[in-house]
């Protein structure tokens, strides 16, 4: 990102990547990740920046027609949680993710998940 984003806050990063995850574009969806970032979801690590844009490549698909809500945002340091819900006819997954922002750039996600993967 250079050296514009360490000046980022944990509260711009964090609103920045619920942007592009509601605007759909995986390319956008990484950007905020440091190089050597990690993924953690789901019994599944992803190890930087490329492996998790791949991820983030097959979100689209697999949320179909269902909508992405983010119900709750939490700022704690270079920590942000964030509640969010995808919806289709039904409730389809929800869960909350831990981000560690540092020199704002995401180096660290953990997903935990409510209920089985969508």
Request: hydrophobic content about 35%; aromatic content about 8%; proline content about 2%.
């Amino acid at each position: 990102m250079g050296n514009e984003a360490a000046h980022r806050t944990t509260s711009e990063v964090a609103e920045n990547h619920i942007s592009a995850v509601l605007g759909g574009d995986p390319k956008q969806m990484a950007d905020d990740y440091a190089e050597h970032a990690i993924l953690e979801r789901g019994g599944t690590t992803y190890r930087g920046k490329g492996k998790i844009q791949e991820y983030f490549r097959t979100v689209p698909e697999r949320l179909g027609d269902a909508e992405i809500f983010f119900d709750k945002l939490i700022i704690e340091g270079e920590k942000a949680t964030f509640f969010w819900r995808m919806v289709g006819d039904t409730l389809i997954a929800s869960g909350q993710d831990v981000l560690t922002i540092q020199n704002g750039e995401i180096t660290h996600q953990v997903v935990h998940l409510d209920s089985q993967d969508f």
